[in-house]
T-cell receptor, first 114, second 113 residues
Framework: DSGVTQTPKHLITATGQRVTLRCSPRSGDLSVYWYQQSLDQGLQFLIQYYNGEERAKGNILERFSAQQFPDLHSELNLSSLELGDSALYFC?????????????FGPGTRLTVT | AQSVTQPDIHITVSEGASLELRCNYSYGATPYLFWYVQSPGQGLQLLLKYFSGDTLVQGIKGFEAEFKRSQSSFNLRKPSVHWSDAAEYFCAVVNTGGFKTIFGAGTRLFVKA
């Protein structure tokens, strides 16, 4: 158990809908990362937050947005969902978000868009 | 642009045999290098990492990796594989000036009895 929790574990929704994925980092970790894992794209970095502020942005679509709240939990919002958004979404956390930091991964949220 | 290549999509080894998983990266300087393991239905777990210094790094679960600057490689090794090592292994890099982690496509390891 990494100490990172993600809810829900599974999510099934229809195209065009909007969903919110939630992540609670390990106690004491200030940085949160979001990743998307799919068969065709592999593991893709989406976005990183540090202490409530966006630190780095990767291959995140404009339909997707995220934020980190004062209590350090984070949410990833996916809107206007398409079939291709079906994937496993991972959250990770680290102590200070530096490039050398070990990232601790949650178990993921599996999103299925029908 | 930075990239990470894991040339083997899957590898099968016998239990007790040695293992080497290949990783090559493309980057102008020496990035931070990582190996992660993902067991079925699980998140990723860090095995080891390299930033500088001794080019042979030891990790958890008996794994080690060697950084070779001349070959832009960071191959993962284990002298004797156990059935519980069956999983998917990801090589990753983070450029020293930034924060984005780039993962390779992964190598799935199968262990046969």
């Amino acid at each position: 158990d990494s100490g990172v929790t993600q809810t829900p574990k599974h999510l099934i929704t229809a195209t065009g809908q909007r969903v919110t994925l939630r992540c609670s980092p390990r106690s004491g970790d200030l940085s949160v990362y979001w990743y998307q894992q799919s068969l065709d794209q592999g593991l893709q970095f989406l976005i990183q937050y540090y202490n409530g502020e966006e630190r780095a942005k990767g291959n995140i679509l404009e339909r997707f947005s995220a934020q980190q709240f004062p209590d350090l939990h984070s949410e990833l919002n996916l809107s206007s969902l398409e079939l291709g958004d079906s994937a496993l979404y991972f959250c990770a956390s680290s102590v200070d978000g530096g490039p050398h930091d070990e990232q601790y991964f949650g178990p993921g949220t599996r999103l299925t868009v029908t | 642009a930075q990239s990470v290549t894991q040339p083997d999509i899957h590898i099968t080894v016998s239990e007790g045999a040695s293992l080497e998983l290949r990783c090559n990266y493309s980057y102008g300087a020496t990035p931070y290098l990582f190996w992660y393991v993902q067991s079925p239905g699980q998140g990723l777990q860090l095995l080891l990492k390299y930033f500088s210094g001794d080019t042979l790094v030891q990790g958890i679960k008996g794994f080690e990796a060697e950084f070779k600057r001349s070959q832009s490689s960071f191959n993962l090794r284990k002298p004797s594989v156990h059935w519980s090592d069956a999983a998917e292994y990801f090589c990753a890099v983070v450029n020293t000036g930034g924060f984005k982690t780039i993962f390779g496509a992964g190598t799935r390891l199968f262990v046969k009895a």
